[in-house]
């Protein structure tokens, strides 16, 4: 079947803002796919230095101008879109097997396992993501991108439990799950192959629109400095290390800002248009 | 064939005991088509989900032939004894096509080889009357028969030997329901199937069955040869059940436009 051609894509494409989402996504991960061929100034993502053309604002030769030691920021800011997009997609790759694979088994399995599952789940979900991403940061050696990413993680699995179990609830007592469990079919053939094929519209719609905050929440913990370390380019560890410069050197911080504003919005016009084009409330 | 030995079930909702079931014992002979009738709540379904397995009693024993039957039955014994449910809207996962879901009792339990799954989906396809094209579709292409159809074809392909009807017919329209009430009398002869027909419509038992076993407030009412309950009933509840069967009288009949 042609996906272009389907009631999905109609659905989807009906609200223009979610094509102009959806733009923004491939934009953004093209551009941080070829970072090293399309950027001017690739070598400027290590160490490096140029004093002579330090602190220069926007002009034709530096778009974005340059930070303190001579580094051109749209090149940083490219570069930026890979720690952000690998953190996010990091992050969502150990927290959704985790917090699905507990939801499908608090949701179908029941009774004890759903006690003890959906407790832990709810002492996570009453501290606020960026509040327990600190504290769990705090717990370990010293902060870096991959002490981040788990982190982030941890905070974020709770969320994807609550959905799972949710809609596992909701259709455990389907006539075709009962049709499994009395042909024989094990638990775990009817959790992953039963089960999961029916939350995966909602979960993708959430996995979507989760990779903006993710990487919102990992700038806003880089701006704290407990992020990917320098020379690594990261865009909140930019962000805050211009916002000292504020009002004078304004483009230091404001375009790493606009860039990390640029894809968190991407993803949740994208997410909003799947939650459309499935019908799906996460 | 089937002997249920005095079973009993309660159910515990909202702090107040139902007794669903209530000392129930009864046989199925091999080849039966067996209906159990009675209203909402009288306990049919609860009997019928203790001889799948679904639910465990609380006392008594389910046999087939020398087996004892549990809810935790071994995968030999669970194919053996399959279902068509009530609502077809429901029995088909939406996610999967009519192949995988077919297929799936087949590679549980080995029926045949992993090269000759598919020619088996498409024979069960032409037990039921559906084409080979059927396989590749999804459920929301397929009417309300069409699904109740392949969900008669998923259950026979664990070749099993009892198939449990829950008013398999009831959600359908008349003459869907006409075609599929034919379709599983043509499949119980060639397959030499014994059915447990679960149901509170008695004309279509009248048809069909040739024992019948009358349920209320969870205990046997009635239990006998379909012609001797209907023509000779012996308890009150069974005679209100076969008034409640619409008939057409002498006075209806002259008002009717000729």
Known sequence: MNFFKSKYFYKFSRNPLSIFGLIIVCVVVLLAIFAPYITPFPEHVGPFTDFANKSKPPSSTYIFGTDKIGRDIFTRCIFGYRISLILGIVVLAIAVPIGVTMGLCAGYIGRKTELVLMRITDVFLAIPALVLALSIIGLLDRPNLLYTMIAVSMAWWPWYTRLIYNITRSIKTEGYIVAAEIMGASKIHIMFREILPNCLPSLLTKITLDLGFVILVGSSLSFLGLGAQPPTPDLGTMVAKGASMLPDTWWFSLFPGFAILIVVLGFNLVGDGLKDMFDVDV | ?258
């Open chain 2, 1 to 258: 064939m089937i002997e249920v030995k005095n079973i009993s079930k309660k159910f515990i909702i909202k702090s107040n005991i139902v007794q669903a079931l209530d000392n129930i014992s009864l046989k199925i002979e091999e080849s039966d088509c067996f209906a159990i009738v009675g209203e909402s709540g009288s306990g049919k379904t609860t009997l019928a989900n203790i001889i799948l397995g679904i639910y465990n009693q609380d006392n008594g024993e389910v046999w087939l032939e020398d087996s004892l039957l549990s809810s935790n039955r071994s995968l030999n014994l669970r194919k053996l004894i399959q279902f068509v449910q009530q609502n077809p809207m429901s029995t088909l996962n939406p996610k999967k096509t009519i192949y995988n879901t077919i297929s799936l009792p087949l590679k549980i339990h080995k029926i045949v080889s992993n090269d000759k799954i598919s020619d088996r989906v498409e024979k069960l396809l032409s037990y039921v009357g559906l084409d080979a094209e059927f396989m590749h579709r999804y459920p929301d292409t397929l009417s309300g028969g069409q699904k109740q159809r392949v969900a008669i074809a998923r259950a026979l392909a664990s070749e099993p030997k009892v198939l449990i009807l829950d008013e398999p017919t009831s959600a359908l329209d008349v003459i869907v329901q006409s075609k599929v009430l034919n379709l599983l009398l043509n499949i119980k002869n060639k397959f030499n199937l014994t059915y447990i027909f679960i149901t509170h419509d008695l004309s279509v038992v009248k048809n069909i069955a040739n024992r019948v076993l009358v349920m209320n407030k969870g205990k046997i009412d009635e239990f006998g040869k379909t012609m001797e309950v209907f023509s000779r009933p012996k308890s009150d509840y069974t005679k209100t059940l076969i008034r409640a069967i619409p008939t057409v009288t002498d006075e209806e009949d002259e008002i009717k436009p000729k």
